[in-house]
C-alpha cells in the first residue's frame, strides 16, 4: 500500500483556477450562478469539465440520465472509488455549492497524475445531474437513480415548470449517455462539500469530519376544496384550499420554532394554488414542506406532528387532502470505515477538524444507503449558501482539499 | 309621461335565446364559461352583442377602453339612462353572472322596440370591459376610468399574466373604440345582476331590490426576505416570505370566521411567491387580502385588524413589507329615488321583492359615487357564482328581466 506522503499537497492555484472559470458560466444575480441543470450553461460547464478530464487522461462516459464519469484506472481491475458532486445550481446559487466537490475531485486527479501515483483501484470522478432539484423536483435524482431507488423511466420523465421533460432536456445538450445508469459494483464514495451552515466558520474550524445526517421527513400535499366569489360566499361555506394550504406552511413554521433550541428546522418551502386571484376562492393547492433535526428521533415526532398538520390545515379550510409524496434523507448513514479515512487525514495533515453533521441533504445520501461513503466539509462565510453571496475563500477550500487527496488515495489503494 | 300598463312584459324566450347563444362562446368546465376579458372568445361575444345592437336600431359605439355603448335616442336632448353590466368572466366562471345584466338591457330596449314606445331621455346598453379582473388586476377597471376614478393611461398599462397590456388586448381584438372614456353627462344607471348569494334562493324571494352594499377593503400586500437552504439555515436567522406571506392569509381567514355571525366575510384569495422551490426559502412574496361587512363600521375594524396582521406577520417572519394598493367598495352608495323606481316596479308587478344588501363588487358601485344609481338582483340557485356550477333557471331570471323593462321605462321617461 502506497500512502502520500504528509508534505504532499493539491495545487491549490490550479484548483482556484478551474473554480474562477466555473464562475464564469451562467452568471446569476451579483457575484452568483444561475446554472440551472441541463440548461445552456449546464451544457457549457459540462464541455469545459470534459475536455479538462479529457486532457487529464480520463475516460469519460455518460450515462442514461446525464451524469458524468471520468475514470482513472488502477492497477487492478477492482470497483472503483467514486469522488465528486454536482455541477448544476439554484436559480439564485452560489459558486461553490457541488461545484467543489467535482472540481476538487479533479485537482485529486491531477495531482497523483503529477506525481505519477498509481492506485490499486480506479477513481472516478463523478457529476451529478440535477442534484438541486431547483428546475425538475425532486432533487438529487441522477444519484437516486445510479443507487436504484428512483426508476430511470420515471426520472426521464419529470417535467420543468414548462413542461420540458429530463429526458428531452437531455437530448437538447446532448447529454443522454449511452452508459447504463448504475448496476456495477463501486467501492466507495467521497465528497467533498461547504458545510452550509456556520458551525465551522462560527468555531473557526478548517475542515469538518462528516459523521452523520440530519434526519430530514418532507412532503408534498395536496389539497381540494370549490372556487367560489370572495364577496358573498359564507365563510362556512368556504373551501379555500389557498387558505389550507397557508394554515400548513404556518403550523410548519411553528413547528420548526418549537424545535429550534435544539437546532430542528421546518420549512415552508413552496405553495402554488388555483386559481389564485383576487376575487376568487381556490379550489387546488400544492404545498411542499420538510422537517429536520440531529436526533432521528425527534425528527420523526416533527415528521408525525407534520403530517397531522397536513389534515388539521385541510379540515380547517373545508378541504380534501393528500399527500402525494413523502421522503426521508439522513440519519446515520456513513460508513464508519469511510469517516475513519476522513479523520486519518485530518490528522495526518495537523488540521483543526471538527466532527460534525451534515445538514442538507446531498448526493451521498443516496450513495450511502448502498456503498461504502464519507463526507468531508470546508467552511462557508456565515453558512450562507443557496444565495449569491455564498462564499468559501481560498483559506477555507484549501484543508479540505488536501484531505480529500490523501483520504481518497489511502481508500483507492488499500490492500 | 308615458307609463307601461303593468301587463307588459319582457320576451323571455328571446332573452333566453340570447344567453344560450352567449353559453356556447368561450365554454369551460362542465356547463361553465371561461370568457376572459379581451381573449377572442371575448371578441366572438363582443362582435355578436354589436350584431343584436345594430338589428335593435342602436348606434354603437366603443369607448377607449373597449366599454361597448349601444344606444337608442330619446325623445329629447337629456343625458342618457345607462344599462348594463359586464360580459366577461372569471376562469371558472358561470353563464349569468355579468352576462344578465347586459342581455336583459338588450331585451328592455328590444322589448320597447316592438312596443313602438318612445322615452323621453336616451337609453344606452353598456358592457363594460374587464368586470372580473380575472385576467388584469384590479376588476371593474373600465367603469373606474369612465367615472374619473381611475386613469385611463395607468388602466391601458395593466399586465396580465403574460406581460400583454389591456392597450395591447384591445388592438388585438380590435376594441380599442374611439370615444371618449367618460367625461359625459349620465343620468342614471340601472345594472340587473344575479345576487351572488343564497338569501333570495333560500327565502323564495323572486326579485332583489338593492339598497345599499356590503362595505369591503381590499389590499395587495408586498413580503421581502432573503433566500437561504431549507436544511441548515437556524430557524432564528430566517427570512422567508412565503412563510410572512401565509401567517397573513391564516390571520385574514381568522378574522373572517370572527365576523362570520354578523355575515362578515375575510378572504385569503391570492399568494405568490418567489423562488417558491422545495430547498429554498422564498425571499419574495406577495399577496391579495380583503374583508367585507354590511355594517360599514365594523367592516372599518376588520381593515384596521387586516392592516394590523400584514406587519405583525412580516415580523415573525422576519420579512420587510409593505403595502402595495388598498381599496374600498360599497357602503350606502345607492341613490334613494333609483331604488325607489325599482322597489315601484316590484309592486306594480305584484312580485314579491325582498330589500338586501349586495355583497360582491360590481361596476355600479363605481358609478354609485357619481351617477344616481339602483341595482336588481335575480336570486342563483344556492347562491353558487364564480363557479361553472353557476344556475339562474328561467323562473329566477323573468321576475327580475321585467323589473328592469319597467323601472328603465319609469326613469327614461320621467318628467
Chains 1, 2 share one sequence.
Not at 419529470?158 to 447504463?180: C, H, N, P, S
Request: glycine letters at 10%.
Amino acid at each position: 500500500m502506497m500512502c502520500l506522503p504528509p508534505e504532499v499537497r493539491a495545487d491549490l492555484g490550479r484548483f482556484l483556477a478551474t473554480l474562477e472559470a466555473s464562475s464564469s458560466i451562467g452568471k446569476g444575480r451579483e457575484s452568483g450562478l444561475c446554472r440551472l441543470t441541463l440548461t445552456e450553461s449546464d451544457r457549457q460547464m459540462r464541455d469545459l469539465f470534459v475536455q479538462w478530464c479529457h486532457e487529464a487522461g480520463l475516460r469519460v462516459t455518460v450515462d442514461g440520465i446525464g451524469s458524468i464519469f471520468a475514470r482513472r484506472d488502477g492497477t487492478e481491475d477492482l470497483p472503483p472509488v467514486l469522488v465528486g458532486s454536482h455541477l448544476d445550481t439554484q436559480e439564485n446559487g452560489g459558486r461553490f455549492d457541488g461545484i467543489v466537490g467535482v472540481l476538487g475531485a479533479l485537482e485529486v486527479v491531477r495531482r497523483l497524475n503529477d506525481l505519477g501515483v498509481a492506485t490499486r483501484r480506479p477513481i472516478e470522478i463523478v457529476n451529478w445531474t440535477n442534484e438541486e432539484g431547483a428546475r425538475f423536483s425532486p432533487p438529487m435524482v441522477a444519484s437516486g437513480c445510479f443507487v436504484g431507488d428512483y426508476a430511470l423511466d420515471w426520472a426521464l420523465g419529470l417535467k420543468d415548470a414548462q413542461g420540458t421533460t429530463i429526458g428531452q432536456a437531455l437530448e437538447v445538450i446532448g447529454y443522454r449517455g449511452e452508459a447504463a445508469v448504475g448496476g456495477r459494483e463501486i467501492d466507495s464514495y467521497f465528497e467533498l462539500h461547504i458545510e452550509q451552515g456556520d458551525v465551522l466558520d462560527r468555531t473557526s474550524h478548517e475542515v469538518g469530519i462528516v459523521t452523520h445526517a440530519y434526519s430530514s421527513h418532507g412532503m408534498l400535499v395536496e389539497y381540494r376544496g370549490e372556487t367560489a366569489h370572495t364577496g358573498p360566499w359564507p365563510m362556512a361555506k368556504r373551501k379555500n384550499a389557498l387558505v389550507a394550504g397557508a394554515r400548513l406552511l404556518v403550523a410548519v413554521d411553528d413547528l420548526g420554532w418549537q424545535h429550534a433550541e435544539t437546532g430542528g428546522k421546518a420549512t415552508a418551502a413552496r405553495l402554488s394554488a388555483s386559481p389564485n386571484k383576487a376575487g376568487l376562492l381556490s379550489d387546488w393547492a400544492e404545498a411542499v414542506c420538510d422537517v429536520r433535526h440531529e436526533d432521528p428521533e425527534v425528527a420523526e415526532l416533527m415528521r408525525i406532528k407534520m403530517l397531522r398538520a397536513v389534515g388539521e390545515a385541510g379540515i380547517r379550510a373545508g378541504c380534501e387532502y393528500r399527500v402525494l409524496d413523502q421522503w426521508s434523507w439522513g440519519g446515520d448513514i456513513f460508513d464508519k470505515a469511510m469517516v475513519d479515512h476522513v479523520r486519518d487525514a485530518v490528522e495526518k495533515l495537523g488540521l483543526n477538524g471538527l466532527e460534525l453533521p451534515s445538514q442538507a441533504g446531498h448526493d451521498a445520501y443516496f450513495l450511502a444507503k448502498h456503498v461504502p461513503t464519507a463526507m468531508i466539509f470546508t467552511p462557508c462565510k456565515d453558512g450562507i449558501t443557496h444565495n449569491n453571496n455564498e462564499l468559501a475563500t481560498p483559506d477555507m477550500l484549501e484543508p479540505g482539499l488536501n484531505v480529500l487527496l490523501h483520504a481518497v488515495m489511502a481508500r483507492a489503494d488499500r490492500p
